[in-house]
């Protein structure tokens, strides 16, 4: 048996396991919850009983000496327009091709369980038991699948939203992934991502010489405040 013998061998082995693990595909499951503006999300993908990717958003490992100066360097929504500004003919232009690939990935989409739990209040008794209704009323939706479970609770005499829920689901990777290769086929979809990983590149620059910039001041504080005391 010679070395390239092996070699396809090999080949055809990796090829085989990709295979399966596109067929067999990931489990995904994310729970929520929402109070005003507080958020809290965490989401689980598996393969078989694998968990291959966690994550909580925000992210409870980051430390928050005032959030990093974050809330005071965030973009406006203009400067985010003019971010995204130039994407917006590409995608025109590339509409059918991702039309396509998102009916591809919904086809591929098996939903497990959805369930949603809202409790909102307005100062407004009316308005809180009209919305309250409408929601009630999307379990009464024709075709609505068995696995999906939405309540309400109204809440009156103070404005309050607060969203509790838990979505799981299974997603075959096989077409999805064959939909990829056809998508990058597209020259503005391939612009897109280009110019998306610049963006990003960017942004990090960005965000790192702002950190440096946070960092050398928080210390000077600091070195003050104890020279002070002193």
């Known amino acids: 048996m010679n070395i390239l013998t092996i070699i ?31 958020y809290n999300v965490s989401i689980n993908i598996k393969f078989l009983k694998f968990t291959i990717f966690e994550k909580k958003i925000p992210d409870e490992k ?4 005032e959030k990093l100066k974050e809330d005071s360097e965030k973009k406006s929504l203009k400067d985010k327009y003019n971010e995204i500004k130039p994407f917006i003919p590409l995608i025109k232009n590339s509409k059918e091709p991702i039309i396509n690939f ?30 309250i209704g409408y929601l009630y009323a999307l379990n009464t939706l024709p075709n609505l ?3 999906i479970l939405l309540t309400a609770e109204p809440i009156f005499g103070e404005e309050v939203l607060d969203l509790k829920g838990e979505i799981s ?12 290769l056809k998508l990058i086929m597209d020259k503005n979809i391939r ?30 504080i600091m070195m003050k405040d104890f020279l002070v005391k002193k």
């Open 8 to 38: 396809l061998i090999i080949l055809a082995i990796i090829i085989f396991i990709i295979l399966i693990f596109l067929y067999i595909g990931l489990k995904i499951q994310i729970n929520y919850k929402l109070k005003n503006i507080d």
């Open 191 to 220: 612009e897109i991502i280009k110019r998306f990983i610049t963006l990003i590149k960017n942004n990090k620059k960005s965000s790192k010489e702002n950190s440096k910039w946070f960092l050398m001041n928080y210390l000077n």
């Open 145 to 147: 699948s068995n696995n």
């Open 62 to 65: 980051i430390d928050d000496p």
């Open 102 to 131: 998102l009916k591809t990935c919904t086809k591929s989409i098996k939903l497990n369980n959805f369930n949603n739990h809202t409790c909102l209040g307005l100062y407004n008794y009316a308005d809180t038991a009209e919305i």
């Open 169 to 180: 689901f299974k997603i075959n990777l096989f077409k999805p992934f064959f939909g990829v």
